[in-house]
């Protein structure tokens, strides 16, 4: 099973940005699933957006315009570009990957890294 280790999180200012990355131990050509989620604190985990392994990409209404999610194949790495950052983006962010678009149970997570935003 393929592991997933995030990196790239931190402190940012509204307004700023940020990139995650998150490198898979083995080839991430046949996860048609690769995606982002988080949890702000007292809330629960809420999917941020995910591209297939077709390149296609779908995001959530409050990140998209904000968020851009891709995948390098050739390096076995999910990217999570954010831009124009808001305090309510505040949380830990998950990678995660699947075989499948639809089956929930079939995901692989990261261990998750913070992500602060505030001045």
């Known amino acids: 099973q393929v592991q997933l280790v995030e990196s790239g999180g931190g402190l940012v200012q509204p307004g700023g940005s940020l990139r995650l990355s998150c490198t898979a131990s083995a080839s991430i050509r046949s996860l048609n699933f690769m995606g982002w989620y988080r949890r702000a604190p007292g809330k629960q985990r809420e999917l941020v957006g995910f591209v297939t392994s077709g390149g296609k990409q779908t995001r959530a209404d409050s990140v998209r315009g904000r968020f851009t999610i891709s995948r390098d194949n050739s390096n076995n790495t999910l990217y999570l570009q954010m831009n124009i950052l808001k305090p309510e983006d505040t949380a830990v962010y998950y990678c995660?990957?699947?075989?499948?678009?639809?089956?929930?149970?079939?995901?692989?997570w990261g261990q998750g890294t913070q992500v602060t935003v505030s001045s």
């Open positions: 995660a990957a699947g075989k499948t678009l639809n089956d929930p149970t079939d995901r692989t």
